[in-house]
């Protein structure tokens, strides 16, 4: 049973390689289109912290946070979003694939579903995203104050490998809520990009209802609130203990294992209901 | 070899649920499929048809393990679709009429390449099979053009020579003539016989030109109401529908009835006459006993279609 699961998983890993190498070949052929798009998606993301640093023409800090402090939750919600967008965005066109009957193709082809609907489409250049967070994320830390530990060091991967996860999490259970609502992308785009909007603030201008949320349901703040206060050296709004900083990745693991279980069973009602 | 297909009473139940008020929901049994047993031999062609709604579709849907059965044992080259849907893959090659299983926005090439992978086909034998393929096809000319600027002929050569390249035991076709001009469709049925006898390819066509039939398979299944009317030879069908092909005659002027023998005349327009006879009979002596003895200007044969051959068993049955 575990040997079947694993040999599916290398193969999902291999098929979403070839499909995805495909479609960076074919873009390939059109460098200069490429550069412009890629260009293009970094500005367009980049305008996002435009308005964050107006607003802080006007004011010194939100929620007791500075610009930079601001500038470096933005980075890490930006990066770890961006990444998990370029590996499985495309998911979000599964309730169209669904409704125009196009899912079947992928059903008949010797490759699971998930893999092949995550690299359909693999677009490279949502890299402007990723590095326009990357870059904000390194200018934040040349001006925050922090007090570099061995733990704080570590924990800037663990939180953006971590985040990424969550992340893709986030789409898959999307995913699988469209075979129930095919018209639900709209749906989905609010747990993702809406997600990522609400992280690039700091927790203590949100009510506590809302931080609770993020929390405790749709463990978003493991993306960065809670491990980025924790390097920042400030407190969180909700009293937790100290290790809860450090769960980003069990906080994913967990996550990748329902939304996997909620595409499981949302395959099995398209396969026993048909479109 | 034996049976390759095996279908026992396989059965297909959708829910469907419809609105009936502003909270009231009623839940609706559609059984798409019903009690369905048939067995298919290694390398038979078979034509599966039946009119639209019958459950033609979703029994190629179970075959091919895209839907799960709600009943019945269901079996290809000893794989439970459903359960081993992977496994399946690389012995089915799958042709949709209406929807493509290439890479829309990439060149037809792209598609073929990543099948070579995808499959994990031996290099020697992809190169083999896409040369052949693409010579039987003329796809020469279109491998480097986007599927999505294919026309639909060329798309369905591209899906038919895509479905063939890992030398799939089984390939299910639906409707792959379906909105092509006679030139493409006989191209395509050419090919088909040609795969069939070269390779032993067991082929299930769905369709709903006779025709197709006529000239690809040696046995017809026809479905209805999710249950098998018929399985036999396209001939038996003819009797068993108790169908009727049309003689039109163009006559040189309005003329009364003329009179044959074993035809009648269903219609007169003007010099125009319609004659009916039956499906399993010739029309060279009706049309040379007509030559002789009335001024022909002009005619032509009307096959009996799909629908009218079915109605009229159907109809038949349920006849007291």
Redesign the interface.
């Known amino acids: 049973m575990a040997e079947g699961r694993d040999r599916r998983i290398i ?1 999902g890993v291999r ?1 979403y390689g ?2 995805a190498g ?2 960076v070949r ?1 873009t390939m052929a059109y460098r200069a289109s490429f550069a412009m798009t890629t260009f293009g998606n970094f500005a367009a993301t980049f305008l996002d912290f435009v308005a964050i640093m107006l607003m802080f023409s006007r004011v010194d800090a939100l929620g007791g946070y500075p610009l930079p402090e601001v500038a470096f939750l933005y980075g890490l919600s930006a990066t770890s979003f961006g990444l998990a967008d370029l590996l499985i965005g495309s998911m979000e066109r599964l309730g169209r694939r669904v409704r ?3 899912l ?2 992928l ?6 579903v998930l893999a092949q609907l995550a690299a359909d ?1 693999f677009a490279l250049r949502r890299l402007g995203r990723v590095t326009q967070g990357a870059l904000v994320l390194g200018w934040s830390l040349t001006r925050v104050d922090i007090d570099w530990t061995v733990d704080r060091l570590l924990l800037m991967p663990v939180m953006v490998a971590g985040g990424c996860g969550i992340f893709c999490a986030v789409f898959v259970a999307g995913a699988a809520f469209q075979f129930l609502a095919q018209d639900a992308s709209e749906v989905q785009n609010a747990f993702t990009y809406g997600g990522t909007t609400l992280l690039q603030y700091p927790p203590t201008v949100f009510a506590k209802e809302l931080v609770r949320g993020v929390t405790f349901v749709l463990p978003l703040a493991f993306v960065n609130w809670l491990p980025a206060t924790y390097v920042l050296g400030r407190p969180y709004p909700l009293d937790l203990p100290r290790w809860t900083a450090f769960a980003s990745p069990l906080v994913a693991v967990a996550c990748c294992a329902l939304a996997g279980l909620a595409w499981r069973a949302g395959l ?1 009602s398209y ?4 479109s | 070899m034996g049976d390759f297909i095996t279908l026992e009473n396989v059965e297909k139940v959708f829910q469907v649920r419809r609105r009936t008020g502003l909270w009231r929901r009623e839940r609706r049994e559609v059984r798409a499929v019903d009690s369905l047993s048939f067995t298919v031999a290694r390398g038979e062609m078979v034509g599966y048809i039946g009119p639209n709604g019958a459950g033609k579709s979703t029994t190629v849907k179970m075959l091919t393990g895209i839907l799960t059965p709600s009943a019945g044992r269901l079996r290809v080259a000893g794989i439970d679709p459903a359960r081993e849907r992977t496994r399946l893959a690389h012995r089915i090659g799958v042709v949709f009429g209406q929807r493509t299983t290439l890479w829309w926005d990439l060149p037809l090439i792209d598609s073929y390449r990543l099948a070579h992978r995808m499959y994990r086909i031996p290099d020697a034998r992809y190169r083999q099979n896409l040369d052949r393929l693409v010579e039987l096809l003329d796809l020469g000319a279109l491998l480097d053009v986007p599927v999505r600027q294919l026309s639909l002929g060329q798309r369905m050569r591209g899906d038919i020579a895509a479905a063939l390249l890992h030398d799939p035991d089984v390939l299910y076709l639906d409707e792959p003539t379906i909105g092509l001009d006679v030139v493409s469709k006989a191209r395509v049925r050419e090919f088909l016989r040609e795969v069939n006898a070269e390779r032993g390819t067991t082929v299930l066509l769905t369709t709903h030109d006779l025709q197709d039939i006529e000239q690809l398979c040696s046995r017809v299944m026809v479905i209805d109401h999710g249950r098998l009317v018929y399985d036999g030879p396209l001939a038996g069908l003819h009797e068993a529908g108790e169908s009727e092909r049309t003689l039109v005659v163009d006559l040189e002027r309005e003329l009364p009835p003329v009179e044959v023998p074993s035809a009648r005349v269903v219609r007169v327009e003007g010099p125009r006459q319609w004659l009916a006879f039956p499906a399993g009979q010739s029309a060279a002596p009706l049309v040379a006993h007509l030559a002789a003895r009335y001024p022909l200007v002009d005619l032509s044969v009307r096959e009996p279609d799909i629908e009218a051959v079915i109605a009229r068993m159907y109809a038949e049955r349920t006849a007291p």
């Open positions: 193969e098929a070839l499909i495909m479609w074919s125009d009957g196009t079947d193709t059903l008949v082809r010797p490759a699971p489409r099995r396969r026993s209901t048909g």
